[in-house]
T-cell receptor
Framework: GQQLNQSPQSMFIQEGEDVSMNCTSS?????WLWYKQDPGEGPVLLIA?????ELTSNGRLTAQFGITRKDSFLNISASIPSDVGIYFCAGHPCPYSGGGADGLTFGKGTHLIIQP | GAVVSQHPSRVICKSGTSVKIECRSL??????MFWYRQFPKQSLMLMAT?????????EQGVEKDKFLINHASLTLSTLTVTSAHPEDSSFYIC???????????FGQGTRLTVV
């Protein structure tokens, strides 16, 4: 199936630093979604992107849908301890008809560890 | 965002018994629900896709007779792990999508331990 290459695999940063992670694919994606997963919990949707070039913010989080539709990045500004967790990119590869089609394709996740 | 409730959050069962996990969409109608399995420090692996009122579609390598999926209504899907063995111990997560939506909302996950 489709593969999403997510990097970095893990990040060790100081509190207050900015964070950047990205996902790339060899094929075009219809949507890009960014999720955060805390230990023992299900993923929580952070940002959803639908159009090539779209740039969306959610508080300290900013994500962009690459113009080629094959990549996306997520930035976190001024990290705080509660940002710790695993961040997943996910998307629906083209073609996608919605409701009843394939499940999401996930990246392997970026483990974010923040040192106080 | 929409709310998806998964129950139970943790279950310990004896080898050979069956376990049922429920996934409910609380504030929207989920035309499609997905079941994932996640091993420690790994990404989510799609097990099956279930559409309301029809048979589930299983991913390659997933035994449909072992992981029984029922999606009897637009708000409820169940996953039953039959004759569970220790190797079935894992974190199982469901997600749901509404008609025409491209966002998936996840349940809280179920930690299954088979002893």
């Amino acid at each position: 199936g489709q593969q999403l290459n997510q990097s970095p695999q893990s990040m060790f940063i100081q509190e207050g630093e900015d964070v950047s992670m990205n996902c790339t694919s060899s094929s075009i994606f219809n949507t890009w979604l960014w999720y955060k997963q805390d230990p023992g919990e299900g993923p929580v949707l952070l940002i959803a992107l639908y159009k090539a070039g779209e740039l969306t913010s959610n508080g300290r989080l900013t994500a962009q849908f690459g113009i080629t539709r094959k990549d996306s990045f997520l930035n976190i500004s001024a990290s705080i301890p509660s940002d710790v967790g695993i961040y997943f990119c996910a998307g629906h590869p083209c073609p996608y008809s919605g409701g009843g089609a394939d499940g999401l394709t996930f990246g392997k996740g970026t483990h974010l560890i923040i040192q106080p | 965002g929409a709310v998806v409730s998964q129950h139970p959050s943790r279950v310990i069962c004896k080898s050979g018994t069956s376990v049922k996990i429920e996934c409910r969409s609380l504030d929207f109608q989920a035309t499609t629900m997905f079941w994932y399995r996640q091993f420690p420090k790994q990404s989510l692996m799609l097990m099956a896709t279930s559409n309301e009122g029809s048979k589930a579609t299983y991913e390659q390598g997933v035994e449909k007779d072992k992981f029984l999926i029922n999606h009897a209504s637009l708000t409820l899907s169940t996953l039953t792990v039959t004759s569970a063995h220790p190797e079935d111990s894992s974190f199982y997560i469901c997600s749901a999508e509404g008609q025409g939506n491209t966002e998936a909302f996840f349940g809280q996950g179920t930690r299954l331990t088979v002893v």
